[in-house]
């Protein structure tokens, strides 16, 4: 008989239990069983575990070490606000569905709650043990008002005084003053007054409970002192300590810091909105109202105070309740790095490469029209990305430009490329996701700026997320009308292209335009799916196209023939693919995934999964392209995609998966994208069998990220790259082919 979920839960808990509830597994099987699966959630929350691993590492920079810190207090705001708030959702509505792994939704948030208190505690020792000390030893460490000398005291009463109180409005709340409704994320200070009599004598009387929220609009770090000696406070602590000025009679018994996350998810019924744009409006204006899914309160806030608080809230379970020792959302801390020029405690400013061909060219176009080009962010340039639309939008032989944008920069470049072109009478279109999540609001702007610039904007279909990166330019040549594509793994976003490892194609191959241009008619007009030549796409057969090349592999392993799978995503959850994966590696495939963050495949079970490796590469930039190869040697299929291998990308967006069909550019892929990060041995970690991770050591050490760095900076110079990381072998398996195709 099958563990409970409960069962399954303790052994997943404790890594040092035998088998991890897989006793008994056998070859007999069925690849649906839940202990074939991790949990989705508890995959997540390990994969904050490995960021909050690069801020304990000393051999980074203390900026550096401050940022993944931030990092974790990031991701998990958004874990609380979509996934923790659709659980509770789920709960609510009696839904008694397990996950893939069995668990049941009350017991997926009850080890949810388990994990994230563990996470956030370890997160707040560090924080207290290690990088405050070391801020204060480099001089900018964070003082209390109380901690201040009493010059810097009188300096902090002013400045409180002067540009703090009259931005503050004091809440209170009693019968006639409900608990205010407080905006996601925001931080508030909760006060707990008492009335004092007339000649100082107390009233006997309860408590009152009054609310002050933080202002947004005022830096949260406050400079103190000479710029020779600074001292820095957090405006929350100062309003803290002077929050008596606001409530005059009142003696103030207790005054603590809080925060809220509230469900931030949209709630859209598009069949029946006949305006999707002002639907997506309408919702943004009520999203701010979500259910609160978290409290997050000081640790010195007493247990009287937190239970008001949580009260007001509907938030009387404990584990919706965390306590900080320290302060909240500390990826603000990072405005410290801001004031602090010293090269010594950030990284090496990043300094892309452009590769020769497109360096010393006047036109992207041009170089594209004679060969597909591949370029590798960030470790190359971005520019030629932009460069390829800015030049379209101002070539008088360009005929129509179309581009997807699903989350773009401030002040993008794209925008005002796409904008440009349509002033110069060109046929412009752009597919403008409006219900990117967290970026819908910005969306909606740059849509109705490209719509007053004459842009056609579409908002995709109904139903679907349009998620594919795309660029399309058609252009008038000598001899007949030719079409030029660029494909991407990430967004059309500057500023995340020096963040994000992603992979740029651009490509003239007549296939991949014609299915390019056919996939525009399918999202802008009333066009049937097409048979796609070259390209799979999302939610039309992408998926099975997956499941096919797995299978494929599987077949030629049953056949005694060579069968390998190489596979970089940022996440790998639908069920579908896993026991596609497992069916392949029992057939005898050699397997290795790279994936960032969720996984749910339980690599390492005998006679299932034993063929499966797992890596997982956390480092200075978020790792994010999806690259596949199915093959070995010569035969070695490589796509990239904008899909990752989860439910949501196969059927609620539109994806693309694109080939690499020059030679050259393949084994560019196979060599150096994923040979490297499966050659890493110094930020990567390998997922065992029972969900946990294990640091990845090796000799002669090797990073791949800076590997990368390197090998885009010497080929810029004209220079080769070093054998040695061109031929990276599969981990812990001397018989597995190398992951280099011959060419």
């Not at 009335?195 to 107390?202: I, L, Q, T």
């Not at 925008?415 to 999540?437: F, P, Y």
């Not at 740059?446 to 058609?474: M, P, Q």
Request: glycine share 6%.
């Amino acid at each position: 008989m099958l563990p409970s979920s409960q069962e399954r839960h303790r052994e997943a808990s404790n890594p040092s239990s035998s088998g991890v509830g897989l006793k008994g597994l056998d070859t007999a099987l069925q690849f649906h069983d839940p202990r074939l699966f991790i949990n989705r959630e508890l995959s997540w929350l390990a994969f904050n575990e490995r960021v909050l691993a690069e801020a304990r590492d000393v051999k980074l920079p203390l900026y550096e070490r401050l940022k993944f810190l931030g990092i974790v207090s990031t991701n998990l705001d958004e874990f609380f606000m979509v996934r923790v708030a659709g659980l509770k959702q789920q709960l609510l509505g009696g839904v008694s569905e397990p996950a893939a792994d069995g668990m049941l939704p009350a017991e997926q948030l009850a080890a949810i709650s388990d994990k994230a208190h563990a996470l956030i505690a370890a997160q707040y020792r560090l924080w207290n043990e290690e990088l405050r000390p070391l801020l204060t030893a480099s001089g900018v460490g964070l003082s209390q008002v109380s901690a201040l000398a009493p010059d810097l005291r009188e300096q902090a009463r002013g400045y409180f005084r002067a540009s703090v109180f009259p931005a503050l409005t004091p809440l209170g709340v009693d019968p006639g003053h409900p608990f205010p409704h407080l905006k996601n994320k925001s931080l508030n200070i909760a006060v707990l007054l008492r009335k004092e009599g007339r000649r100082g004598r107390r009233v006997a009387r309860a408590e009152l409970l009054a609310v002050v929220q933080v202002p947004a609009v005022l830096a949260r770090i406050v400079p103190l002192g000479p710029p020779e000696a600074r001292a820095y406070i957090l405006l929350e602590d100062l309003i803290a300590a002077h929050v008596g000025e606001l409530f005059a009679g009142y003696a103030v018994k207790e005054a603590c810091p809080f925060r809220v996350t509230r469900n931030w998810d949209l709630e859209l019924d598009e069949d029946e909105s006949e305006d999707l744009l002002s639907t997506v409006k309408e919702e943004l204006r009520r999203r701010d109202r979500g259910a609160a899914v978290r409290l997050q309160i000081d640790a010195t806030c007493s247990p009287e105070l937190e239970r008001l608080i949580a009260s007001a809230l509907n938030l009387t379970a404990p584990h919706d309740v965390y306590r900080m020792d320290g302060p909240m959302q500390l990826a603000d801390l990072g405005a410290l790095s801001d004031r602090d020029p010293r090269p010594e405690l950030r990284v090496e400013p990043l300094v892309p490469a452009i590769p020769p061909s497109l360096r010393d060219t006047e036109s992207v176009r041009s170089v594209v029209a004679q060969r597909d080009v591949l370029l590798s962010h960030p470790y190359e340039s971005f520019d030629p990305v932009v460069r390829f639309l800015q030049e379209a939008a101002d070539d008088p032989d360009v005929l129509a430009i179309k581009q997807t944008l699903y989350r773009t920069s401030g002040d993008s470049p794209f925008v005002r490329a796409l904008s440009r072109a349509a002033e110069n009478g060109k046929q412009v279109t752009a597919l403008v996701e409006i219900k990117a999540r967290f970026d819908e609001a910005n969306n909606i702007a740059w849509a109705r700026k490209l719509e007053d610039d004459g842009v056609h904007v579409v908002y995709g279909l109904i139903g679907l997320k349009t998620h594919c990166k795309i660029s399309l330019v058609v252009r008038r040549e000598i001899d007949r009308i030719r079409r030029y594509v660029h494909l991407g793994t990430g967004n059309y976003n500057s500023t995340t292209a020096r963040q994000y490892t992603d992979v740029s194609l651009f490509t003239a191959r007549d296939e991949i335009t014609e299915d390019a241009s056919a996939l525009f008619n399918m999202l802008t007009g009333f066009a049937d799916p097409p048979l796609w030549k070259r390209l799979a796409v999302a939610p039309l057969g992408l998926r099975e196209r997956v499941v096919q090349l797995i299978e494929r592999e599987g077949a030629r392993a049953r056949r005694g023939e060579p069968a390998r799978i190489v596979a970089k995503m940022n996440a790998l959850v639908d069920p579908t693919v896993i026991r596609s994966l497992y069916a392949a590696s029992a057939a005898g495939v050699d397997i290795d995934l790279i994936v960032r963050g969720i996984c749910c495949l339980r690599p390492g079970v005998p006679g299932i999964s034993e063929r499966i490796r797992v890596t997982s590469v956390v480092d200075r930039f978020l790792e994010h392209s999806r690259i596949y190869a199915f093959g070995v040697g010569p035969t070695t299929e490589v796509y990239i995609s904008s899909a990752d291998w989860m439910p949501r990308n196969f059927i609620r967006r539109i994806e693309v998966l694109a080939p690499v069909e020059d030679p050259g550019l393949r084994s560019r892929l196979l060599d150096e994208v994923l040979g490297l990060a499966l050659a890493d041995n110094v930020k990567a970690r390998r997922l065992q069998t029972d969900g946990s991770y294990v640091e990845v050591t090796g000799e002669p050490p090797l990073r791949s990220q800076v590997a990368l760095l390197e090998m885009a900076k010497r080929a810029a110079e004209g220079k080769r790259p070093e054998p040695l990381l061109r031929h990276a072998p599969a981990p812990d398996s001397a018989s597995t082919p190398p992951v280099r195709a011959a060419t």
